[in-house]
């Protein structure tokens, strides 16, 4: 079983850096892949950056230019979120597909989720 948990949120000022965190354990890599994702209060959940197992990255364009996803072989996913602002406020969520059925940059295609990360960006 797939589990992953998040790390890294808290409450911080507009235009400070952070790097949230995703612990992984149960993922066996072939074709799949591992995405951030995040929902503000009222909004439907919204594709940030997934890497695929391959390595490639994509970031989805609508947010493009502030975040960059890597991963410490396949036990951690990192998010590099630059200059924070009060838009980044809401619930982070890591997410593993080991077998997606669509686009890694759509939630529908991930079977396991963590518990999130609360991050509050106050301007």
């Known amino acids: 079983q797939v589990r992953l948990v998040e790390s890294g949120g808290g409450s911080v000022q507009a235009g400070t850096s952070l790097r949230l965190s995703c612990a992984v354990t149960?993922?066996?890599?072939?074709?799949?892949?591992l995405g951030w994702f995040r929902q503000a209060p009222g909004r439907e959940r919204e594709p940030i950056a997934t890497i695929l197992d391959s390595g490639t990255t994509f970031v989805d364009v609508f947010v493009k230019g502030r975040f960059t996803i890597s991963r410490d072989n396949f036990s951690t996913v990192y998010l590099q979120i630059l200059s924070a602002n009060p838009s980044d406020s809401a619930m982070w969520y890591c997410?593993?597909?080991?077998?997606?059925?669509?686009?890694?940059?759509?939630?529908?295609?991930?079977?396991?989720w963590g518990q999130g990360t609360q991050v509050i960006v106050s301007s």
């Open positions: 997410a593993a597909a080991p077998r997606p059925g669509g686009s890694c940059l759509v939630a529908s295609s991930y079977a396991y």
């Open positions: 149960g993922y066996t890599p072939a074709s799949g892949c």
